[in-house]
C-alpha cells in the first residue's frame, strides 16, 4: 500500500510541476544554469567511465572471440551493439543518478528544511514548480546528449584498446564498426537515454521536495533518490527492450 501511496504523491508534484509557468524568463534563466550544473558539470566523469568502458568490452570479448574461425573485425561490431544497445545508456544513466540525482535531491531537501519553500508558498509562487522543472527539462537536454557522448567515445576507447593490446588493429576494427549497421539501435539508444533521464529529475525532485526534518533527513532523501532512481533504471530497461526490441 505504501507503494501505491507514493506513487499517487509522486504523479500529483508531477501535475504541479507541469503546470504553465508564470514567468517563461525566469525558467530560461534557471534551465541555462541548470543545464550547466548537469552538462559540463558531468563531462569529466562520464568521459572517464565511457573510456574505460569501450576499452574494456574489447578486451573482454576479445579475449572470448580471438581464434582462427572467427573473423576479427567481429569484435568491432559485438562491441558496437553492446555499447549502443546498452553499456552507453545504462552504465551513464546509473552514474549520473549518483552525481545528478543526489545533487538534485539535496538541494531542494535543503531548501525544505530551512523553510525556504515554505517563503515561497507564502509568495504564491508554485514551489514545486519553481524547485523542480529547470532542472527537469535540463536533464531531458543534457542528459541525452551525454549518453551520445559517451556512445562515440567507447567506441573511440574500444579501438585504441585493442590497437594497445594488439587484439585487433583499428582498421579492421572499423570494418567491425560499419558491419551491418541499424541505424535503430541510435534510435533506441537516444529513447532510452530520455526515459532515463526523465526517471532521475523527476524522481530525484520528488524525494528532495518531501524531505521533512534536518540534515539527517536530508541525507536520507539524497540517498532514497539514487536507489529509487537506479531501480527505475534498471526496471524500464528492461521495459524498453522487450517493447522495442521484440
Known sequence: ?????????YILFLNRVFTKPEKWKILWKQIVFESNNIGVGSFNIISLISTFVGAVSTINIGYQL???LVPEYLIGRIVRD???????????????????????ASEIGTMQVTEQIDALEIMGVNSS?????????SGLFAIPLLVIYAMCLSLLGGAISGWASEIISI??????LREDFNGFNVFFCITKAFFF??????ISAYQGYRTKGGALEVG???T??????????????YILSQLMLF
Do not use: W
Request: a positive charge; proline letters at 1%; one cysteine or more.
Open 1 to 9: 500500500m505504501r507503494f501505491f501511496q507514493h506513487l499517487g504523491t
Open 66 to 68: 580471438v581464434s582462427g
Open 82 to 104: 553492446s555499447n549502443i544497445l546498452e553499456f552507453a545508456p545504462t552504465i551513464t544513466a546509473l552514474v549520473l543518478a549518483g552525481k545528478i540525482g543526489s545533487n538534485i
Open 129 to 137: 514548480q519553481y524547485t523542480s522543472l529547470a532542472k527537469i527539462i
Open 171 to 176: 582498421d579492421l576494427f572499423v570494418k567491425g
Open 197 to 202: 533521464a526523465f526517471l532521475i529529475t523527476t
Open 220 to 222: 536520507i532523501s539524497s
Open 224 to 237: 532514497k533518490a539514487v536507489v529509487y532512481s537506479c531501480m527505475g533504471i534498471i526496471f524500464f530497461d
